[in-house]
């Protein structure tokens, strides 16, 4: 019998959430469950003068950042045996996760596992996730060059 039958991998294609992405799929495997990758496109009005584009092309470079993703997670998964049904949904990535939290007996995720002043001014996604989830979450960190 599978411990976990439906994990939730959250991405957003960085090197960061593919470490946790490889770690969540390799726990698939070996539990048998399907994979659920996630990308949440965070189109807040504010990033579109940050980057110096207008709200169409900004719509646009994040669409191709989510679709390279999912590619990433589905090819991976192929390689391993995985099922992996890919989402891309529009929103705040943390409360979207949290949202979707109820249908899935584990997330994995990434994290920076920034603290001090770069936490407090980035925030963390995975903070507010590990805390309002309602499964459990598995946090992998960035593994250091080291």
Same mark, same amino acid.
Request: with cysteine; charged share 20%.
């Given at each position: 019998?599978?411990? @976990? ?7 957003? *294609?960085?090197? @960061? =959430? ?12 070996? =539990?048998?469950?399907?994979? %659920? ?8 009005? @504010?990033? &579109?003068?940050?980057?110096? #584009? ?6 646009? !470079? ?8 999912? !590619?990433?997670?589905?090819?991976? *998964? ?7 049904? %890919? ?15 109820? &249908? ?6 990434? =994290? ?7 936490? #407090?001014? #980035? ?6 996730? /590990? ?5 459990? /979450? #598995? ?6 060059? &080291?």
């Amino acid at each position: 019998m599978a411990i @976990y039958h439906k994990i939730l991998i959250p991405t957003d *294609g960085s090197e @960061y =959430t593919k470490a946790a992405t490889l770690h969540g799929l390799q726990l698939a495997k070996m =539990t048998g469950a399907e994979v %659920t990758a996630l990308f949440v496109i965070d189109d807040a009005p @504010y990033l &579109n003068v940050a980057w110096g #584009l207008s709200f169409p092309d900004l719509s646009r !470079v994040l669409e191709d950042e989510a679709k390279k993703a999912m !590619v990433f997670v589905k090819t991976e *998964g192929e390689r391993l045996g995985v099922k992996v049904i %890919t989402s891309i949904k529009r929103g705040p990535p943390a409360s979207t996760i949290i949202d979707d939290s109820a &249908n899935f007996d584990l997330i994995v995720m990434g =994290t920076l596992g920034r603290s001090g002043v770069s936490h #407090l001014l #980035l925030g963390s996604v995975a903070e507010k996730v /590990v805390r309002f989830a309602k499964c459990p /979450v #598995l946090v992998v960190r960035h593994p250091h060059p &080291n």
